[in-house]
């Protein structure tokens, strides 16, 4: 049977070279999907054996953190931390400029920015990421990477970024990825949390976590379902009560308490809970919507 045109695949031309600098457990999979991808990948770390499988499959191991930038115009930086990062390419032998710098460091806001200035000081563009994926996922489109800092150099690098995952531009403040990635882990130790509560709760009553879970996931889904309309009264400043009012949100959270204590498990969060929710109602809030604790949250306690 004869090729057709439609057969034969598209000669993809990958000349990007890309420098990964870190190779734990995200940044050896961050370094295999760019050799997938095709592109010629240098790698370096502190521990070099490390890099010994990446090497047998194509990658090159350069002999210095410096050798290892200077051979690509994009360099991607997965390290322990941002301490780790300043240490490194703070070294002598490392120039950064004219090179553009990605970290994917966990961090903070403050921490990127600040890095953000260190590197663009020494002649780097700089964006600042967060992978919000596991190792495995790195590669499918599941690998979400949310990256922030100069656009135009996002979008220089999208194509060549596409071989991670799904890079997702938040904005030019270089602080967004980190501030969205640890809201991002409120999010998931409050419903691993909530979940925890109430499987305690029920296996007091012997039933056991796999059967709670299926319920408490729905619950999660369907509070996830709320999100957009909650996020529209918390924009307005407005919050009238077209579900539920505080005050009765709160009788409910002394039901929880009370049937926490009553059955010998933790009530450390459902007190929280009602200590935050009985200031607003303290505020004048309590005939409004629970969205309106935005006004807690969004001050010291
Ligand atoms: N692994 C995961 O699932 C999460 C997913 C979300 C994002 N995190 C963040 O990614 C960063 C790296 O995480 P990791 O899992 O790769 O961490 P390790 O396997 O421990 O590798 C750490 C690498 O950092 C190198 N390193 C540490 N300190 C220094 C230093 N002072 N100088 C040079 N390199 C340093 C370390 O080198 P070595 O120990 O192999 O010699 C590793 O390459 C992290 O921010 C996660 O929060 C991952």
Request: glycine share 8%.
């Amino acid at each position: 049977m004869t090729n057709t045109a439609s057969d034969t695949p598209s000669p993809v031309t990958v000349t990007v070279t890309v420098t990964v600098i870190g190779l734990g457990l995200m940044g050896q999979a961050l370094a295999r999907a760019f050799l997938t991808a095709g592109h010629p990948t240098t790698v370096w770390n502190r521990t070099a054996v490390k890099a010994d499988q990446l090497v047998a499959e194509g990658a090159w191991l350069a002999p210095t953190v410096g050798d290892a930038i200077r051979r690509s115009s994009l360099t991607v930086i997965c390290l322990t931390d941002y301490h780790a990062v300043r240490e490194l390419l703070g070294t002598p032998d490392v120039e950064l400029d004219g090179t553009t710098l990605i970290n994917l460091t966990s961090g903070d806001s403050t921490q990127a920015r600040e890095t953000a200035a260190w590197a663009e000081q020494r002649g780097a563009r700089y964006l600042d990421g967060a992978i919000m994926a596991v190792p495995p996922a790195i590669g499918t489109p599941d690998a979400v990477i949310l990256h922030s800092g100069p656009q135009p150099d996002f979008d220089a690098h999208k194509p060549t970024l596409d071989a991670l995952g799904t890079p997702t531009y938040l904005g030019e403040d270089h602080g967004l990825a980190a501030l969205y990635d640890v809201a991002g882990l409120a999010m998931m130790w409050s419903v691993l949390n909530a979940w925890l509560q109430g499987t305690a709760l029920l296996r007091t009553a012997g039933v056991d976590a796999a059967t709670y879970a299926p319920f408490a996931r729905q619950m999660a889904a369907g509070v996830a379902d709320w999100l957009p309309g909650y996020a529209e009264q918390v924009d307005a400043g407005s919050f009238p009560a077209e579900v539920s009012a505080l005050e009765t949100d709160v009788r409910a959270m002394t039901h929880l308490i009370e049937a926490s204590e009553a059955a010998g498990v933790n009530a450390e969060l459902p007190r929280l809970f009602k200590a935050i929710a009985d200031r607003a109602i303290a505020a004048g809030h309590g005939g409004e919507q629970y969205a309106v604790l935005i006004e807690e949250f969004g001050k010291p306690a």
